[in-house]
C-alpha cells in the first residue's frame, strides 16, 4: 500500500505542477481565466495521472521498460500518463475550459508531458540508488520520509 499512496502522489504532484504552470500562464493573457480555474484543472488533470500511475503499480507490464532501458523508459512512462490525462481534460472541455478542438488538447498533451518527463528526470537524478546517477543524490540525515 505504501508503494501504491507513493507512485501515486509523487504522479499527482508531478502533473498538478507542470499542467498548473501551463494554465495559470493563460492567466496572464486572458481576463476570462482565474486561479480557481486553473487550480480546478490543474487538480483534476493530475487526478487522471495519479490513477493511471496506480493502475501501473497493479499492472506492472504497462510500461516502456521492456522495450526501453531506464532511466528513459520511467521518463517516457511519465510522459504518456501526463499526455493522456491533459488529453482526457483538454478534450472534453471539463470545468468550463476552453473549448478546444482535439489538436489543441494534444498540443497541450505532449507539451506537458514533456515537462512531467523532464521533472521525472531530476526526480531520478535527486534520487539515491536511481539512474542514470546511482551513486548521488538527495539523503536525509537522521530520520525517514
Known amino acids: 500500500m505504501k508503494t501504491l499512496l507513493y507512485a501515486a502522489a509523487t504522479a499527482f504532484l508531478r502533473s498538478f505542477g507542470v499542467t498548473f504552470l501551463a494554465f495559470a500562464v493563460g492567466i496572464l493573457g486572458a481576463t476570462n481565466h482565474d486561479a480557481a480555474l486553473a487550480l480546478s484543472i490543474s487538480a483534476l488533470c493530475a487526478s487522471i495521472v495519479a490513477g493511471l500511475r496506480a493502475v501501473q503499480v497493479f499492472v506492472p507490464q504497462l510500461t516502456f521498460a521492456g522495450v526501453l ?71 536525509l540525515s537522521g530520520g525517514r520520509l
Open 69 to 139: 532501458p531506464q532511466p528513459w523508459a520511467a521518463w517516457l512512462d511519465a510522459a504518456v500518463r501526463q499526455f493522456v490525462g491533459a488529453f482526457v481534460v483538454g478534450v472534453t472541455g471539463w470545468l468550463a475550459a476552453p473549448n478546444w478542438q482535439a489538436w489543441h488538447a494534444a498540443v497541450l498533451g505532449i507539451l506537458t508531458g514533456a515537462a512531467v518527463a523532464a521533472a521525472r528526470a531530476v526526480q531520478g537524478l535527486l534520487t539515491p540508488g536511481e539512474a542514470p546517477s546511482a551513486g548521488t543524490g538527495v539523503r
